[in-house]
């Protein structure tokens, strides 16, 4: 596996936070396999630590973390494994609403709920009610998520309200469309692939694709900082460039 820490580097304070981090959470099954282990539990190995995960990174200013735990393509997997990670799901958000609450975190699911076992839609809903008035930081996991899908149901939305749509009042027919623009999407498993996920929000965002599987990532505080100190190096310009002077050449 390459290695992102050879080179021995002085540990510096990033000069630039993103505000939104998305995270595709790839590489589970290969982790456990590589290990000797059942595929399955390298699901249940991408959930250990993930709420150190998520107060790490708020306390250095990130203010919005997004996870995309299951996709709408994803009920194309075997009935034992979309099983195995609804409970796995179900279990994980009881644990998250103590964490809600405890640090006044605001858990936000997205995509639609009407192929989730009714156990777990109601947990989402729960889950989401009861954080709905917190202050110190969001989680949003996308779970039944898929980008485009996301946009038709806010075009038929945008549609039957009859009224003239602006880029800006359209965002609001969104499952998002409240939630910042992603400034980083962090990818595991050298997979290099947006695999239809929050497509709208992604539209300046930074990549990040790294070959760590997901629970070495999740564990790892070294590859925390390793996300934080790349961002700091990107130059964000949104369609804008630098300037020139008359001759062409860069000021």
């Known amino acids: ?113 009407d192929r989730l076992p009714k156990k777990l839609a109601n947990m989402c809903d729960k889950l989401e009610q009861e954080s709905a008035e917190n202050t110190g930081g969001t989680v949003v996991f996308a779970l039944n998520y898929g980008g485009q899908d996301e946009i038709v149901n806010a075009v038929n939305a945008a549609i039957a309200e009859g009224a003239p749509v602006t880029r800006e009042t359209f965002e609001t027919f969104l499952d998002t469309g409240e939630l910042l623009p992603i400034d980083l999407m962090v990818r595991t498993s050298n997979e290099f692939r947006i695999s239809n996920f929050l497509l709208w929000k992604l539209a300046y965002a930074e990549l990040l694709f790294i070959p760590e599987h997901w629970p070495d990532l999740v564990k790892s505080e070294k590859l925390w900082q390793f996300v934080l100190d790349e961002y700091s190096k990107r130059n964000r310009r949104f369609g804008g460039g630098k300037k020139l002077n008359y001759s062409g050449r860069k000021k």
């Open 1 to 113: 596996m390459f290695n992102l820490f050879k080179k021995k580097t002085a540990v510096t304070q990033p000069t630039k936070i993103p505000k939104h981090i998305a995270f595709i959470c790839d590489g589970n099954r290969r982790w456990a396999e590589m290990r000797g282990l059942p595929p399955l539990m390298g699901h249940k190995a991408g959930i250990a630590n993930f709420e150190n995960l998520v107060d790490w990174f708020f306390a250095r200013g990130v203010t919005t973390v997004t996870f995309f735990l299951f996709s709408t393509e994803n009920w194309n997997r075997t009935k034992e494994e979309i099983d195995f990670l609804m409970d796995l799901f179900y279990n994980e958000m009881k644990k998250n609403l103590k964490h809600a609450l405890e640090k006044n975190l605001r858990y936000r699911v997205i995509g639609t709920r």
